[in-house]
């Protein structure tokens, strides 16, 4: 039986400070900018508040997700979307299209900003307080936004000005942060894979993603129906490798050579060696249980718990 995460002892710290180049920052300025959001994101975001982020997507009108996005509102007229550097000039481009006569202006706000990860040990040396998922706390002249936590791991995204001095914590090699994203079981979009997914095809409503209470979006009536006529046939697992795993890599069934039965969403290499990934799978195939990669007789995948629960189908 193969130990778990916590009782092995990883040969690199899991704990520190990551550069993130991997991301960027959309800004939304005006008057209009969050009415202007909330109608085109997953989540409510009239009523977000300076103390709490957003975790939402931005879905084609057949639902399946261009972009996702961790959202704060630093200033009652801004609203900054975090979001991966691969899509955010076609997210933006796209955005831009729907503004129309909304006071509402958008930019690409990258270069204004210094993005770190804080994992482990680096967050709780500066937030010794509850840390509620997807809260959002000064920090300095910055922000603090505490995410999905990996399994014994906090984790923190910090959003400042550029040229702001990070927070004091060692260095983490950012591959580290890329594996604690894949433990957390929340994939970002990016452009291996946007436009493959509806959001609960990545878990996305069980971990705070999709309000089904707000108003239209694109895409919403198809999430909506993927949510409640019991339509759903995919589900993002946790898989493990021991080849290379890249987002956009095709899965198969031993049983059913001719077609894939998923994709992977988001991977890194594993301290504990091999790869492990965010895979949208289809359910039945999760259920048998004999994956493989790039082929039905490729290298084999095995599942890995979730650390959260999903949300049941109703």
């Given amino acids: 039986m193969q130990a778990s995460m916590n009782e092995r002892t990883p040969p690199l710290s899991l704990h520190g400070v990551a550069a993130l180049p991997q991301l960027g920052v959309i800004r939304a300025e005006g008057e209009d900018a969050a009415r202007f959001l909330h109608g085109q994101l997953t989540q409510d975001f009239l009523l977000l508040g300076p103390d709490e982020a957003r975790l939402a ?13 961790i959202g704060i509102k630093p200033t009652p007229q801004e609203i900054l979307l975090v979001c991966q550097a691969d899509v955010l000039q076609t997210t933006l481009k796209r955005l831009s299209m729907f503004v129309l006569r909304a006071k509402v202006r958008l930019s690409d706000a990258s270069p ?15 937030a010794e307080e509850d840390r509620k998922t997807l809260a959002c706390k000064d920090f300095g002249s910055g922000k603090l936004v505490f995410l999905h936590p990996a399994p014994s791991l906090s984790r923190a995204l910090w959003i400042a000005p550029r040229g ?39 878990n996305y409503e069980s971990v705070g993603g999709v309000n ?47 077609q894939p039965c998923g994709l992977v969403a988001q991977a890194a290499p594993s301290p504990f060696g091999g790869f ?39």
């Fill in 57 to 69: 997507a931005f879905c084609s009108p057949k639902g399946r997700m261009l972009a996702s996005f």
């Fill in 112 to 126: 204004a900003y210094e993005l770190r990860g804080l994992l482990g040990n680096a967050l709780s040396s500066i």
């Fill in 164 to 202: 702001t001095p990070a927070p004091a914590g060692a260095e983490l090699d950012p591959v580290l942060w890329q594996w604690a994203e894949v433990q957390s079981g929340v994939a970002w979009v990016s452009a291996a894979i946007s436009d493959q997914f509806v959001p609960q095809m990545l």
């Fill in 212 to 258: 089904f209470k707000k108003g239209c979006y694109p895409g919403q009536e198809v999430v909506a129906r993927s949510q409640f006529r019991g339509v759903l046939k995919r589900r993002g697992y946790l898989v493990h490798g021991e080849v290379e795993l890249r987002a956009g890599q095709e899965v198969f069934r031993a049983a059913d050579p001719e």
């Fill in 276 to 314: 492990d990934a965010i895979a949208s799978l289809q359910i039945s195939a999760a259920e048998a249980a004999d994956l493989h990669l790039g082929a039905a007789d490729g290298p084999a995948l095995s599942l890995r718990p979730l650390p959260y629960a999903l949300l049941a189908d109703v």
